[in-house]
Structures are given as structure tokens and as C-alpha cells.
């Protein structure tokens, strides 16, 4: 599968964006899907993920200002993010994680650019 992740940009502090991840072929319902970001010096660091069957998990740090969703019918993964502070800023990437018989195989996007301005 390949990803093209898209939707950054530069917000002021308090604002919002979304992010876009979409997926080619047409198996994506089978992946779990999660986002990531990295800031400058950081390790990557996860920031929510969502199951194939639409279950949620997030990071403490992002905890009820951001909201990941999926839509099958456009193999696309959403990470709406509300609330956004300097410490948001990140490049943040998407991972397609897909189980099989040898283990799972994970997929990652190019990266999008958040920048958030205090």
C-alpha cells in the first residue's frame, strides 16, 4: 500500500487543521491505521491510532483535542486537530499496519508539516 499524507500547514496557536492520509489499492478496510509526529531533535512519537473496526486510541498529549477517523469507501484516514499548541508542531506521518501470517507489516506516508505559531 502507499500513502500520500497531506493537510499541514501553519496555524496559530489555538486553531485547527486536518490532516489527510490516503491509501491506494483496495484492501485498506484491512489496515489498522495510526499517525505519528516527530518535531526537530525528537524521536517519532505516536499520536492515535484506529482500528480496522473503528476503535480509537490516543496519546496523552493529544488526548481530547484531536480526533483520528476513517473512511473506507475513500481509503482515507483523518486526524482532526483542535486546540493546536506550539508543542504540536511536527512533521507527522501515517502508518498502515496490515497483520499476516509472518507478522505485521507496517507502511509508512512521506510526511506533512504542522507548524503552530504561539
Known amino acids: 500500500v502507499q500513502l500520500q499524507a497531506s493537510g499541514g500547514g501553519l496555524v496559530q496557536a489555538g486553531g485547527s487543521l486536518r490532516l489527510s492520509c490516503a491509501a491506494s489499492g483496495s484492501t485498506f478496510s484491512r489496515y489498522s491505521m495510526a499517525w505519528y509526529r516527530q518535531a526537530p531533535g525528537n524521536q517519532r512519537e505516536w499520536v492515535a491510532s484506529?482500528?480496522?473496526?473503528?476503535?480509537?486510541n490516543y496519546a496523552d498529549s493529544v488526548k481530547g483535542r484531536f480526533t483520528i477517523s476513517r473512511d473506507n469507501a475513500k481509503n482515507t484516514v483523518y486526524l482532526q486537530m483542535n486546540g493546536l499548541k506550539a508543542e504540536d508542531t511536527a512533521v507527522y506521518y501515517c502508518?498502515?499496519?496490515?497483520?499476516?501470517?509472518?507478522?505485521?507489516?507496517?507502511?509508512w506516508g512521506q510526511g506533512t508539516l504542522v507548524t503552530v505559531s504561539s
Open positions: 502508518k498502515a499496519v496490515i497483520a499476516t501470517m509472518r507478522g505485521p507489516l507496517d507502511y
Open positions: 484506529i482500528s480496522t473496526g473503528g476503535s480509537t
